[in-house]
């Protein structure tokens, strides 16, 4: 009996290894915090921007300091993204934010700093404080209503001394001088001019020489391939996943996604149920039009305010959206499909957390944050590609990029 259970370990120990890989699923959590995690979007401020405290816990949303740190995020990158309605006050708005985040450093100065470049990234870490970067979703906060070439470079310096260190050129509205992918897949916009003019093209070097990273996220595919033909630097798409496993106007085709790689850039996937479930906007659409008479009402109580009203709304599908959920699993194809198209060294995270309305199963908020590491290990991938998805691919294209 005692020979039959000691045969049975010894033939149960390499099966072990094999099916966990030799990285040691076991040591998962371990791998995890030992690892710089970067996560490149999260739309926290918006929360702060409405009087939420993040220094403490917090009960809503997916993020706050405390629950960044249980998580084992060490850089963050907050968005700084102006609701479009926002404009002709957009710049003051983008600058309030950018207040609003300052403060909060202020009053959490154990806890997390604001980095401008890799050396002080470095100091916050060595300190382990969370570091905080900022990026700008959208540059009609430098564009506004004015359409005025010399200002708008004036305001993108301006962005610079305070600290963004990325603009993703367009949200989902166009800016003069570069279109949207909701743009450039509208139908009514069949015949229209697409993609960067030449004051776009000179944004897009002036960044390059300013030191702040190129962010395609959001842009229409010919906004996208003419950033490619201009720029000289890297390029990030910071919550970007893959078209090819969900057909979104959001994601990322393989040519595209080979040609950040070809430029030495990375794509950060995005958590979004809707970007990464095909069949999730159809499941999503059936729950809408069970609940219309109830989502109109709120629609009219909440006209002058899109963010409550979506709040509201998802309030009241939340235990329906629950069934509809992806599995973990379908997030992690679309970083392992990248990851095996163009390379370990491309691939990161751009969760998105606090800026959509649903996440995937096993990803409630950022302190899952651990079950990528374990389930990318599952995979068979090394500790050592692991390492560079979670951040370290983060880390070389903001020291080249910003210093
Ligand atoms: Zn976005």
């Not at 915090?33 to 949303?61: C, L, P, W, Y």
């Not at 980095?115 to 990234?121: C, P, Q």
């Not at 374990?374 to 390492?387: I, P």
């Amino acid at each position: 009996m005692k020979n039959c259970l000691l045969r049975n370990i010894f033939f149960l120990l390499p099966l072990t290894a094999f099916v966990f890989g030799f990285s040691g699923v076991s040591d998962y959590r371990k791998i995890h915090f030992d690892a710089v995690v970067a996560d490149t979007h999260n739309d926290v401020v918006q929360r702060i921007m409405k009087g939420e405290d993040i220094s403490v816990r917090t009960t809503k949303g997916h993020s706050d300091i405390p629950r960044l740190k249980e998580g084992g995020v060490d850089v963050q990158i907050f968005s700084i993204w102006a609701p479009p309605d926002k404009v002709p006050h957009s710049y003051e708005y983008a600058n309030a934010m950018i207040d609003s985040m300052e403060s909060l450093a202020r009053r959490s100065s154990n806890a997390m700093g604001i980095a401008r470049n890799s050396s002080e990234l470095e100091s916050l870490r060595k300190q382990e404080k969370l570091v905080a970067l900022y990026g700008m979703e959208g540059a009609h906060p430098i564009e506004d209503s004015t359409i005025n070439e010399e200002l708008e470079l004036q305001k993108l310096d301006h962005f610079y001394k305070r600290g963004v260190r990325y603009i993703t050129l367009t949200w989902n509205n166009s800016v003069s001088w570069a279109t949207s992918a909701s743009f450039e897949t509208d139908p009514a916009n069949q015949n229209a001019r697409k993609g960067l003019t030449d004051f776009g093209k000179q944004i897009v070097r002036k960044m390059n020489e300013l030191g702040i990273m190129v962010d395609i996220s959001h842009v229409g595919e010919q906004t996208f391939w003419d950033v490619m033909k201009t720029t000289s630097m890297p390029v990030i798409a910071s919550h970007s996943s893959v078209y090819n496993i969900c057909p979104h106007r959001r994601n990322l085709k393989d040519e595209q996604l080979k040609a950040i790689a070809e430029n030495g850039g990375v794509v950060f996937i995005n958590f979004n149920p809707g970007f990464i479930d095909s069949s999730y906007q159809r499941k999503e659409k059936m729950i809408r039009a069970n609940h219309q008479t109830e989502i109109e009402e709120i629609t009219k109580n909440f006209s002058g305010n899109g963010f409550e009203r979506d709040h509201k709304i998802s309030e009241l599908l939340n235990a329906e959206y629950e069934k509809i959920r992806p599995s973990l699993s379908i997030l992690i194809d679309h970083i392992d499909y990248a990851a095996k198209l163009i390379g370990a060294d491309h691939v990161g995270i751009g969760s998105d957390f606090d800026g959509i309305n649903a996440v995937p199963k096993e990803m409630d908020d950022v302190t899952y944050l651990p079950n990528i590491t374990r389930e990318l290990l599952k995979r068979g991938y090394s500790e050592e590609d692991v390492k560079k998805i979670l951040g370290g691919n983060f880390l070389r294209v903001f020291k080249e990029i910003c210093g």
